[in-house]
């Protein structure tokens, strides 16, 4: 009877694991990132934006962006595939109102191995700009900016294929700010 | 008296269906104005009273990025309602919250934008209406606050996301300009 009942948590101590693993892989590979950890910043700011493009909204813009208009034919191109476009931007009237315990509630969801931070970024804005992106094997999944001024913090979350070249492209549009990113390829050629 | 029976349902389930398309799809306009009113304590004017104080529901032209004067909402598709000189002091997080959760099953947020410095709110929410689309503005400052649902065409709704906040700006104005 006792070896009948140990098979038994075996096989299901057994069952769990592998559901908690599939379930922990599952939400690692998952590139939305959770930023409402921030919203408490909302009633210190100057300025709240929030920008939700969700994955209904894109199919909306993919059938409603006419092919022969230039510009609205860039855009479908480029938010074809794309599964969300969330951005969060504060601003404040004084330094440091935010602390490095805001900032970090999202720089710990963008963790190695799911995300990668790029270098030799360069941004119009002044302060830290940093980009990351999610990759399944060699294809990116997903970029998070996330630009820190003394009086500004923004965080750009695009969910799905998507590269610095698309983004700066996007910028301006979808409610994505202007932010001016540009990734320096030009140098590191040149290192070479 | 089976075909008494049979009028008697059809006449039952088209009563069903028209009450559920005015009052499941197209009555989110007069919730989201109780909501306001209950969660503020202040009072809309209807339209009949801007009406009379020479309002131009529809028809007016808005100027939107690019510089092209254009009509965006479908012509009487729009539904406003004004609320001025009215105070609305409280929570605003909380209010973003329970607006948010009450239209999160139909329409798709799209802009939301708080300005603490000029105590202002505006929301942006569209939602797909057949071959066009409904957008549900919503902007709350100390002087006025207009809520406007519209109907827009597909190129319409194009200029709309390409520029949430400055087309969502165009809408509302072209929603309540006087005519003084």
Redesign the interface.
């Known amino acids: 009877m006792k070896s009948l009942i140990r098979t038994f948590m075996k096989r299901h101590t057994l069952a769990a694991l592998v559901l908690l693993v599939s379930v922990t892989a599952a939400t690692a590979q998952d590139p939305r990132i959770q930023m409402a950890h921030l ?2 910043l ?13 994955e ?2 894109i199919k ?2 993919a ?4 092919d022969k ?1 230039v ?2 034919a860039a ?1 479908k191109k480029l938010v074809m595939g794309l599964k969300g476009i969330y951005v969060k931007s504060f601003e404040f ?1 004084a330094d440091n109102i935010f602390s490095n315990a805001d900032v970090d509630t999202i720089r710990t969801q963008l963790k190695a191995p799911s995300w990668s931070r790029l270098v030799n970024v360069t941004s119009k804005r002044e302060g830290t700009v940093e980009v990351y992106v999610s990759l399944v094997g060699e294809d990116i999944n997903g970029l998070t900016v996330l630009s820190i001024e003394p009086r500004e913090l923004t965080v750009v979350n695009i969910v799905g294929p998507v590269d610095l070249e698309k983004l700066a492209q996007l910028e301006g ?3 994505i700010p202007e932010l001016g990113i540009r990734g320096n390829k030009k140098k590191n050629d040149d290192e070479k | 008296m089976k075909h008494k029976a049979t009028r008697v349902f059809l006449l039952f389930v088209i009563v069903v269906a028209v009450a559920t398309s005015v009052f499941g799809k197209d009555d989110d306009f007069n919730s989201v104005v109780k909501l306001i009113e209950q969660y503020y304590n202040v009072k809309h004017q209807g339209i009949p009273f801007l009406a009379r104080a020479g309002m131009k529901v529809v028809g007016a032209a808005a100027k939107v990025k690019g510089g092209q004067m254009k009509r965006l909402a479908e012509l009487g598709s729009v539904k406003v309602a004004m609320f001025e000189n009215q105070e609305f002091a409280g929570d605003f997080l909380k209010f973003r919250a329970t607006l948010n959760n009450n239209l999160k099953d139909i329409w798709m947020p799209l802009v939301q934008t708080i300005s603490t410095e000029e105590d202002e709110q505006s929301y942006i929410f569209v939602k797909e209406k057949g071959d066009k689309f409904n957008v549900l503005i919503v902007n709350l400052s100390p002087r006025e606050g207009p809520v406007v649902q519209a109907t827009l065409s597909s190129k319409n709704l194009a200029l709309l996301l390409k520029d949430p906040e400055g087309t969502g700006r165009a809408i509302s104005e072209e929603a309540t300009i006087f005519d003084n």
């Not at chain 1, 059938?63 to 006419?66: A, E, I, R």
């Open positions: 919203d408490h909302a009633a210190k700011a100057n300025e709240t934006v929030d920008v939700s493009v969700d209904r909204l909306l813009a059938k409603v962006f006419n208009d510009d609205e855009i009237d549009n979808l409610g």
